[in-house]
């Protein structure tokens, strides 16, 4: 989250709506996230806390995503927790995603409908690869593309400064790029299925041994689907940042909890 604490993702919020209607005023927030003009003017000047369980309401009537409403709940119990166990296990947390804010940077959606493409993607990665050449031939033979899309693709990602040329090499400028999550986006669209389709294509040309394509089948109830969805998101990045750390990288793989490598293997 980018915001210090959840005053500020309150005022935020506020002055979105307000953007979008001159007229919408703090009356109207209040009215919208069910308190009181004078409570939520006490709680936005940080004179009045809140309890877990009202964060919690206050995260439903803003329709936060899953991620943005644990953090919300986490921000208030760190703050006015009342339990010194509990108040100290909310401000771990919340240390926990600072740390992890500062690993990963989210992409804004406009900027990605110019990269929507995965090979975009891919190219960050072939430049923590031990044998990378800054050569657009070299690139394009690993990925399969054509020259010309490598050359594009560069241009692109230097214009957005997600990628610098020093002395003659490429750096990838942010290392962890994600995009936001539960938003729905023509773009992501292309890009999933865009390697939903190499992911086909891996399953019939990819020897089982190097990729792992798996399914399972189970009855669930539907009320637990954001916390299988937030345990599936944890089990991706701990998995990239443990990735991120290895030494000797030779190949550019694709988790879409199917596994299958995207870069042409090397005789």
């Given at each position: 989250?980018?915001?210090s604490s959840y005053h500020d993702l309150l005022s935020d919020y506020f002055e979105r709506r307000k953007n979008i209607n001159a007229s919408y005023s703090k009356r109207a927030?209040?009215?919208d996230l069910g308190v009181s003009s004078a409570r939520l003017s006490q709680v936005l000047n940080k004179k009045h806390g809140l309890s877990t369980d009202a964060a919690k309401d206050l995260a439903r009537r803003l329709r936060l995503?899953?991620?943005e409403a644990k953090w919300f709940v986490e921000s208030v119990g760190a703050l006015h927790s009342r339990k010194s166990t509990q108040k100290i296990e909310f401000i771990q947390r919340i240390q926990e995603y600072k740390r992890t804010a500062k690993k990963f940077s989210e992409i804004h959606l406009e900027y990605f409908k110019v990269i929507a493409d995965w090979y975009h993607f891919a190219i960050l990665e072939l430049t923590y690869m031990e044998d990378f050449e800054n050569d657009s031939a070299w690139m394009a033979d690993r990925l399969c593309i054509t020259v010309e899309q490598v050359n594009e693709a560069i241009t692109r990602l230097k214009s957005l400064n997600l990628v610098?040329?020093?002395d003659g090499k490429l750096k990838d400028v942010f290392k962890f790029l994600a995009t936001p999550n539960d938003v729905p986006s023509a773009s992501l669209k292309k890009f999933h299925h865009q390697l939903m389709k190499k992911a086909m294509e891996a399953l019939y040309e990819?020897?089982?041994m190097n990729r792992e394509i798996s399914s399972n089948i189970f009855s669930v109830r539907k009320d637990k689907i954001p916390e299988f969805k937030e345990k599936l998101r944890v089990f991706r990045r701990d998995m990239e940042n443990e990735a991120?750390?290895?030494k000797g990288k030779d190949a550019v793989y694709c988790l879409s909890m199917q596994f299958y490598e995207l870069t042409r293997s090397v005789e």
């Open positions: 989250m980018q915001y927030f209040a009215r995503n899953s991620e610098t040329e020093e990819q020897d089982v991120s750390q290895s």
